[in-house]
């Protein structure tokens, strides 16, 4: 089939990546030229575990092909997914300038039939904003073209995505039309075949169900950070907590992982998206604007523990800093709490030694060159001469570090941990000072 993906973002390029790999003829639309470029010579602007063969094997097979042309792209595939960023706008609404933008350009190209498919997040009613706007274009141009809207949104995870649209919990179809629902059926049958996953309703839900889902899983997290906070207070242990409270199977262990907040493209995003939808209709969601406020106040909490253990003198220190990205296996630092920790290390003077697997790039791109930040090229490089260790982001190569290394490297054995990778007991009986999340009771 033919498809064509506006955005060759992280859903948009897997998205596309992963129909081609089962056969279909896709085209990539960016309107962003550099990328488009990128993707023609064969690189990944990305980082995405298996992305780049993928890419490189379907490109090679003349199934997945890239341009910045919109006319093209309408003209190609009978399946036009929009997956362009929704950043959140001023006020925390989700933006939609790009959604619109390709809806605009499709109804300036589309010439006959169209399935116009929103897997961008965005909130309940955007589907019909989408429809309106090609109605007016084509009414402009004095064109009559058929066309659908559905809303089909992603759940893929950064760090595992081919793996999750290869192999989807579930497929959301939200349409108004039933015979939109069975050709995304045929599209999406080569990843339903173990058993139906295909879960369809009508477009609000649709649109409403991928909000839900983030929210819900924003609402653990901050719901495990509020009570990695009182677990230090009352002088128990967030950890033995959490395996009490996981055993529970309506419970369950998964995202019960208390930490230094969350970041990312989404969750912040969409909390906050969902949050001023609410609000524009009347309602006051309070849940979702504590989920809120506990991940902002938890994304600061390294800083604190480092900001009292020396007494408020971070004025020319140097913190080694293991994780930038906002979670593992990714490069993206979106919302990353490694960016809320650095930003405000440098606000009190002290610099940086940072490392990441993935996304030193990424750091560079965002800070550029600057006297307070070595983005340097090892773990251990990353240590030499610091006052402290912080770990922010719990990629595996940072697990099981040699703390003799980390000992001999910091000017003082001090280990700030905002995943709770190690061991308390251990690292005492090493002779560091450990601290970590909703355990550090002596400290508190
Ligand atoms: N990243 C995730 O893990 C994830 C998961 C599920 C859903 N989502 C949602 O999917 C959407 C895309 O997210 P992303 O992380 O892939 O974004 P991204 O920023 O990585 O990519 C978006 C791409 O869209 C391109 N673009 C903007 N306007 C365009 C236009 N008019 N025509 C063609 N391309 C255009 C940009 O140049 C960019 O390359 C968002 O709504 C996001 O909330 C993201």
């Not at 039933?178 to 369809?200: G, I, K, Q, W």
Request: charged share 25%.
């Amino acid at each position: 089939m033919k498809v064509t993906i506006y955005g060759s973002g992280y859903v948009g390029l897997v998205t596309g990546t992963c129909l081609a790999e089962v056969g279909n003829d896709v085209l990539c639309v960016d309107i962003d030229e550099r990328k488009t470029k990128m993707l023609q010579d064969g690189g990944i602007p990305i980082y995405e575990p298996g992305l780049e063969d993928l890419v490189k094997k379907n490109t090679a097979a003349g199934r997945l092909r890239f341009t910045s042309d919109p006319a093209e792209g309408t003209a190609h595939g009978l399946f036009q997914f929009i997956a362009v960023g929704t950043p959140p706008d001023e006020d925390g609404s989700a933006d939609l300038q790009y959604v619109l933008a390709v809806a605009n350009s499709i109804g300036e190209h589309m010439d006959e039939y169209r399935i116009i498919i929103d897997k961008s997040t965005v909130p309940v009613g955007t589907a019909d904003k989408v429809r309106d706007k090609v109605n007016a274009v084509l009414k402009a141009r004095g064109a009559d073209v058929e066309f659908d809207v559905v809303s089909n949104p992603e759940f893929l995870k950064e760090g595992a995505a081919i793996d999750d649209f290869m192999k989807p919990d579930r497929i959301v179809i939200g349409t108004d039309n039933p015979r939109t629902t069975e050709l995304l059926r045929a599209l999406y049958s080569p990843f339903n075949r173990n058993h139906n996953r295909l879960v369809d309703m009508d477009i609000r839900s649709a649109e409403l169900t991928k909000y839900a889902a983030n929210a819900m899983l924003a609402t653990k997290i901050s719901f495990m950070n509020e009570l990695s906070n009182l677990a230090e207070l009352l002088g128990a242990d967030i950890e033995k907590v959490r395996v009490g409270i996981g055993s529970d199977p309506r419970i369950g262990y998964s995202f019960i992982y208390p930490g230094c907040g969350y970041g990312g493209s989404c969750f912040p995003k969409d909390v906050q998206a969902l949050e001023r939808t609410a609000n524009e209709i009347g309602y006051n969601a309070e849940l979702l604007s504590a989920v809120e406020a506990v991940n902002l106040r938890q994304k600061e909490i390294l800083f604190q523990k480092v900001n009292q253990h020396f007494n408020g003198e971070l004025k020319g220190k140097t913190f080694a800093i293991w994780g930038l990205a906002f979670k593992p296996n990714t490069d993206d630092m979106r919302a990353a709490p490694a960016r809320t920790l650095m930003e405000a290390l440098w606000a009190a003077g002290a610099k940086v030694q940072a490392y990441d697997p993935e996304a030193m790039e990424e750091a560079q791109r965002i800070y550029g060159d600057r006297d307070d930040l070595s983005l340097v090229d090892s773990a251990d490089a990353a240590l030499a001469g610091a006052d402290a260790l912080v770990t922010v982001t719990e990629w595996n190569v940072f697990r099981s570090p040699d703390f003799n290394l980390i000992k001999e490297n910091l000017t003082q054995p001090v280990i700030f941990d905002g995943r709770n990778m190690y061991d308390p007991e251990q690292l005492k009986a090493d002779g560091f000072t450990y601290y970590s999340i909703g355990r550090d009771t002596a400290h508190a």
